[in-house]
Structures are given as structure tokens and as C-alpha cells.
Nanobody
Framework: QVQLTESGGGLVQAGGSLRLSCAASGRTFMGWFRQAPGKEREFVATISWSGSSTYYADPVKGRFTISRDNAKNTVYLQMNSLKPEDTAVYYC????????????????WGQGTQVTVSS
């Protein structure tokens, strides 16, 4: 059983930055997803074990950067130029199989960390 713990969320003004961390990772792709109030959980970004492959959802391209430090068993999500529409609970997850962009392809999840962006 893999246990994931997200941290780094908080309240920030629009245009600000936050860095999320996910302690514990698997030897596979690791992804970040988010869920806004009243909406379904959606894909944000994912990164391969080596870190050489990264993929992003269109709304965050150019603003968010996913990275990992395997020596620390930690995955990061650097979020810059934050917008109110980025407000959500952010989750990290371990990829199992299937499409990298789908929630059902990930089998272990953290409890989430709240990110609130004020306008």
C-alpha cells in the first residue's frame, strides 16, 4: 500500500505562486489532479519516473511545472501566475495503467491539499 501526502496548499492572490509537494511516490508516472467545487476531478500534470517526460493539461501549460526528486521520494507542482479558476483541491496519484490523462488510470491517491486563489 502506497501512502501519499500532499502539502503546500493555501490562500494566494491572483498572479501569485505556490509549490505543492507530494511525499512518497512510485517507480512510475506520478500525476497531479484537481477538483473544484461542483466539478469532476481533472488532470493537471504527470511526470515519468526519470523526469524526462512531462505532460500538462492545456489550462496550466506555461504556468505550472511538475518535477520530482526520487532521492526524497517527492513530487512537486510549481504553480505560477495563479488564477481564481485554479482554485481546487489538488491531489497527487500513482499511475497504474492506461491513459496518463485519466483519473481511472491512477490507483493510489493522497488526501488532497486545498489551493484557493483570490481575485
Amino acid at each position: 500500500q502506497v501512502q501519499l501526502t500532499e502539502s503546500g496548499g493555501g490562500l494566494v492572490q491572483a498572479g501569485g505562486s505556490l509549490r505543492l509537494s507530494c511525499a512518497a511516490s512510485g517507480r512510475t508516472f506520478m500525476g497531479w489532479f484537481r477538483q473544484a467545487p461542483g466539478k469532476e476531478r481533472e488532470f493537471v500534470a504527470t511526470i515519468s519516473w526519470s523526469g524526462s517526460s512531462t505532460y500538462y493539461a492545456d489550462p496550466v501549460k506555461g504556468r505550472f511545472t511538475i518535477s520530482r526528486d526520487n532521492a526524497k521520494n517527492t513530487v512537486y507542482l510549481q504553480m505560477n501566475s495563479l488564477k481564481p479558476e485554479d482554485t481546487a483541491v489538488y491531489y497527487c496519484a500513482v499511475f497504474a495503467s492506461g491513459s496518463l490523462y485519466l483519473e481511472r488510470s491512477y490507483d493510489y491517491w493522497g488526501q488532497g491539499t486545498q489551493v484557493t486563489v483570490s481575485s
